[in-house]
């Protein structure tokens, strides 16, 4: 096999949730923070799956503080622990940057409940 | 030594164990063998000479075939000479890529792709014309300069032939070096095409402000 193709694949996780734009996410990432390190939790919408191999990441969206904010996390990275999905949505398309234009009940998005 | 030549493999990425996810090129460095030790006495300088991947027998001409016989070591593809960071090196010991560590700065000399007759904005960025507004300089050199001077300075920027330029990358950082693989992990691009013969060497800048503060 290719000398780039082997390099890539032994950083590739094994497992990757299977989350999709509209799901609400907890990423638990680790941070370094005055030389320590610990893990800190993102929960919001993904708005966004881009890129695929080891580039793959996710744009997720949450408003904190009357401020919103998104986040990108390469889902490969070291740095990214865990991905838990706590809500599966019901959207119509695959980038949703529509939200940030929208407040309020507005930005809701509709929970899937049945599997797909 | 931190000398060493090498295959471009490509480009990739990787994550450091800091968590960064770093551009790399790819070089599969190594094994050499030093091929010649010169001499001042003999040639009227120092050096050493590696070789590096292998050739078929029927290829190597015989004044080379010559030449590696007298050394007593195997015939290679590539050679070339290196003047820095040579004590102690003899004819016919290895290079690899374990004298590089993660963090070290190097040069890389490549030979740059070729492109072949260029414009103006290929070669020397320049801006060109409007494409639109009824411009009819859409991407041509436009002024030469000075009308007043009656002829064109010399040097002044031109249409020509572009690339296939021997080029060095100062100042990389080594990101990784497997040498179970003999591969080495330079962050950033470095010249010349895939598969082409680079040339890895510690860096010239970092060499010399270790100077200044010492």
């Known amino acids: 096999m290719n000398v780039i193709d ?13 989350m999709r734009s509209g799901d609400t996410v907890k990423v638990f990432s680790k941070v370094v923070e005055g030389g320590k390190e610990r893990t800190q939790m993102f929960e919001g919408v993904v708005t966004a799956r881009k890129s695929g191999g080891l580039g793959e990441c996710i744009v997720v969206r949450r408003v904190a503080h009357g401020v919103g904010v998104e986040k990108t996390f390469l889902l490969h990275s070291p740095r990214v622990e865990k991905i838990e999905i706590s809500k599966r949505g019901i959207v119509r398309r695959s980038r949703l940057y529509y939200l940030s234009d929208l407040v309020g009940k507005a930005a809701r998005i509709k929970e899937r409940k049945t599997a797909r | ?58 290829r190597v001409t015989r004044a080379l075939a010559g030449h590696f016989k007298k050394q007593g070591v195997e015939a290679t ?38 492109h072949g007759f260029a414009g103006g904005m290929k070669r020397h960025n320049f801006k060109g014309g409007n494409q639109t507004h009824g411009s009819m300089i859409h991407r041509q050199p436009a002024s030469n300069g000075d009308t007043n001077a009656g002829h064109t300075h010399r040097g002044s920027r031109r249409p020509g032939h572009y690339g296939v330029d021997r080029t060095t990358h100062q100042n990389l950082e080594i990101v990784r070096a497997d040498s179970e693989r003999n591969l ?31």
Do not use: W
Not at chain 2, 185 to 214: D, F
């Open chain 1, 6 to 18: 082997t390099l890539e694949r032994e950083q590739l996780k094994p497992t990757v949730p299977d």
């Open chain 2, 1 to 58: 030594m931190k000398n060493i030549l090498g295959r471009k493999v490509g480009m990739t990425s990787v994550f450091t164990e800091d968590g960064r996810y770093v551009p790399v090129t790819v070089i599969e460095a190594g094994p050499c063998t030093v091929v010649e030790r010169r001499t001042k006495e003999q040639h009227g300088y120092d050096a050493v000479a590696l070789g590096f991947g292998a050739i078929k027998k029927h």
């Open chain 2, 77 to 114: 593809r590539f050679i070339r000479e290196f003047r820095d960071g040579i004590d102690g090196v003899d004819v016919g010991a290895s290079v690899t890529v374990a004298n590089f560590q993660p963090g070290d700065r190097v040069d890389v000399v490549g030979i740059s792709k070729g």
């Open chain 2, 184 to 214: 080495l992990l330079v962050r950033g691009p470095i010249p010349g095409p895939k598969n082409a013969l680079v040339v890895v060497r510690s860096s010239v800048k970092r060499a010399k402000s270790a100077e200044a503060k010492a």
